[in-house]
């Protein structure tokens, strides 16, 4: 069992009503898809706000960043890095800057 | 005592204004869902403690919130914990348009800007309505246009996919704001009968609870579509229908104001004597069906009032004749913009007319128009004004 944090975007973080970074039990290897699963399992309020509904894919203003390098176009299968599944480094999901 | 209940979406979260009868003083509860664009919040006819909002985002896409007591509290219909033998959480979000081999295949696309052929893509819900008679039921007007249908209080969402597929969805092309279903118009007198209204497609009417769909353009006329009259392709802004005469509808297109006498099959401009006939709310008495309003605005490209004068033009007459309200309004240095969604009237018995600006101003008149007063300000940019007339 993995154990990972995801750091989420203030208004994604007033949705699924939580104060700060979600801890989440991964059963198998930690991926972008596995993680993501099991947040939208455990907070079904995100679905179709991080990945579409139907295609799965990120939605464009979104990204991923993980360890300091941006995984926002990584395979969803890749195994996320060891201080991932871990819990040492968080997954965040960062709104992309549009506007100035 | 009766209340009111104005409920407004804004570009940075919802607010509900609560006032007496008298409506002079007034409370104001919120941000709601701060920081997002709240397109409509819009209250059941049949259970006024039942609130529906639209909660949207270009980073994160569309919410759907519900409140049960009148917006003290909301939550995501079936998006709390997810609860073994349940139905699917998390789908009140979730709007597919209809792609079964039945109904949904020809709905693949419609005319982009250029005329070319582009595909159906989901954005946003711009429009809420609740069903007149059950709580749990609530129709979605979205970007891209088409129609949803609720019938679990929000959780799950299907398309009514006659309309886009009654065969004039390919011709159908978006306006400057995106390709909306923004207007939907129940007739209390027929649960069958529907009206809707996209940019720039036009108004579409449906007899049988919304199966079989057809145009009711007739009479509309648009500079820009190269046949001026075509079956579809209007920038329809806005319709507003009284209750007590529900063939008769007021339409606010792009430019004219229209108004039809037979539930849409032929339409008659009644712009009269508007300074501009450019605009985008229009909205009906709640007790004097003759009785109009419209909000002029300069131009298609020029999205402010004529000369920095705020006014609200009445008509009397079912249109044609129009008198301009001042009296409140700032008749000076006024650049703001009425969004078509941001007006409704009360129902009490001097009917309460309100709209809301892009500056942030939300007014009252509880004189049917003749004065108004602001209700609050300084909010950000509105997009929307519906209000509940509460025993």
């Known amino acids: ?100 | 005592m009766s209340k009111v209940r104005v409920l407004v979406g804004t570009r940075k979260g919802a607010f509900i204004c609560t006032s007496d009868g008298k409506r002079e003083k007034w409370e104001i509860d919120g941000p709601h869902f701060t920081g997002w664009e709240i397109y409509h919040v819009k209250g059941s006819p049949a259970d006024p403690n039942r609130l529906y909002a639209s909660q949207t985002s270009g980073w994160f896409g569309q919410i759907i919130q519900r409140s049960s007591d009148g917006g003290k509290t909301w939550e995501t219909p079936g998006g709390g914990m997810s609860m073994a033998g349940r139905m699917p959480a998390g789908e009140s979000n979730k709007f597919v348009y209809d792609a079964s081999p039945q109904t949904g295949k020809p709905l693949t696309t419609h005319q982009w800007y250029d005329g070319t052929q582009h595909p159906w893509e989901f954005k946003r819900v711009w429009h809420l309505e609740p069903s007149l008679t059950d709580p749990d039921t609530v129709f979605a007007g979205v970007e891209d246009a088409a129609l949803f249908r609720s019938t679990d209080g929000g959780k799950s969402w299907h398309e009514l996919s006659g309309l886009r597929g009654h065969g004039t969805g390919p011709k159908w092309q978006p306006g400057a704001g995106g390709m909306g279903l923004h207007t939907i118009v129940l007739d209390r007198s027929n649960p069958q009968r529907m009206f809707v209204a996209i940019s720039a497609a036009g108004a579409f009417r449906t007899d049988d609870g919304g199966k079989n769909w057809k145009p009711i353009n007739r009479g509309l006329k648009s500079p820009y579509l190269p046949d001026q009259t075509a079956e579809v392709g209007h920038c329809v802004h806005r319709i507003a229908m009284q209750p007590s005469r529900p063939n008769v509808l007021y339409m606010q297109k792009h430019w004219d104001v229209m108004r039809t006498d037979n539930a849409g099959e032929s339409w008659q401009e009644v712009s009269g004597n508007l300074p501009t006939d450019f605009g985008f709310v229009v909205d009906v008495h709640a007790h004097e069906p003759e009785t109009v309003y419209v909000v002029p605005i300069k131009s298609d490209s020029e999205h402010f009032p004529p000369e920095g004068k705020l006014r609200v033009y009445r008509s009397r007459t079912g249109g044609n004749d129009w008198e301009p309200l001042t009296k409140g309004l700032p008749q000076a240095n006024c650049y703001v913009d009425v969004l078509r969604e941001a007006m409704a009237v009360d129902s009490l018995d001097s009917c309460g007319v309100y709209f809301g600006t892009t500056g942030g101003q939300v007014y009252v008149s509880s004189d049917a128009g003749d004065s108004w007063s602001p209700i609050v300000h300084d909010l950000p940019a509105v997009l929307s004004v519906e209000v509940q007339t509460l025993a």
């Open chain 1, 1 to 100: 069992m993995n154990h990972v944090q995801v750091l989420l975007p203030q208004h994604l973080r007033t949705l699924a009503r939580v104060e700060s970074e979600v801890h989440l039990e991964i059963d198998g290897i930690a991926t972008l898809r596995s993680v993501l699963d099991a947040l939208e399992a455990r907070y079904p309020m995100l679905r179709g706000t991080i990945r579409d509904h139907v295609t799965q894919e990120r939605r464009p203003f979104l990204r991923f960043f993980v360890c300091e390098e941006d995984w926002s176009h990584e395979s969803p299968d890749t195994p996320l890095p060891a201080a991932v599944s871990s819990g040492k480094e968080p997954l965040m999901v960062v709104g992309a800057i549009a506007g100035g």
